[in-house]
T-cell receptor, first 112, second 113 residues
Framework: DAKTTQPTSMDCAEGRAANLPCNHS???????VYWYRQIHSQGPQYIIH???NNETNEMASLIITEDRKSSTLILPHATLRDTAVYYC?????????????FGTGTRLKVLA | SAVISQKPSRDICQRGTSLTIQCQVD?????MFWYRQQPGQSLTLIAT?????????ESGFVIDKFPISRPNLTFSTLTVSNMSPEDSSIYLC??????????FGPGTRLLVL
């Protein structure tokens, strides 16, 4: 089973910040949080990842709570091209093999 | 980042036939994976493709139905055998090197009639 829970869908106005939450209350100390997005049945696209500290890159920011039980992906100025399904993944480890288990994701719709 | 290509990009097949999907990565990688995405659903991991040995399958997936090969560090194939309409899905190849970010191919869209 996926180790994350996300809202099923969200809307965001174009130009505004999109804040996508993710709950991962069972995360362990050495597990990373990864975010991907999938635009209209293309292959998932890597966005950002983090362990403890907040992270920022050219696409987004990742805010991880101090207890690491939840995180928020922030798209600072959403555009119509950001309409996609966003997946929050905790990188699990079984027998030394890391496997990405996808949950249902959040379907973000950016509105003009 | 690794660039992953898949062939074919899409196909329409008759039930009872088999289709082999190829995955090529532009650099040597440690791990390669195959996922299935059924219509309107999230991604489900089928198996980990191991170089030089049998793939490691997830619960609900078996080698007879989804034989996988990985002859070297940059190439893998997934065969969908004895297809039925329920096999209509997007099949995605993915790869990463140890402790690094995982990347995905564009997917192969399969429709079984």
């Amino acid at each position: 089973d996926a180790k994350t829970t996300q809202p099923t869908s969200m809307d965001c106005a174009e130009g505004r910040a999109a804040n996508l939450p993710c709950n991962h209350s069972t995360i362990s100390g050495n597990e990373y949080v990864y975010w991907y997005r999938q635009i209209h049945s293309q292959g998932p696209q890597y966005i950002i990842h983090g362990l403890k500290n907040n992270e920022t890159n050219e696409m987004a920011s990742l805010i991880i709570t101090e207890d690491r039980k939840s995180s928020t992906l922030i798209l600072p100025h959403a555009t119509l091209r950001d309409t996609a399904v966003y997946y929050c993944i905790v990188r699990s480890s079984t027998s030394g093999t890391y496997k990405y288990i996808f949950g249902t994701g959040t379907r973000l719709k950016v509105l003009a | 980042s690794a660039v992953i290509s898949q062939k074919p990009s899409r196909d329409i097949c008759q039930r009872g036939t088999s289709l082999t999907i190829q995955c090529q990565v532009d650099s040597q990688v440690t791990m390669m994976f195959w996922y299935r995405q059924q219509p309107g659903q999230s991604l489900t991991l089928i198996a980990t493709a191991n170089q030089g040995s049998e793939a490691t399958y997830e619960s609900g997936f078996v080698i007879d139905k989804f034989p996988i090969s990985r002859p070297n560090l940059t190439f893998s194939t997934l065969t969908v055998s004895n297809m039925s309409p329920e096999d209509s899905s997007i099949y995605l190849c993915s790869s990463r090197s140890y402790q690094e970010t995982q990347y995905f191919g564009p997917g192969t869209r399969l429709l079984v009639l």
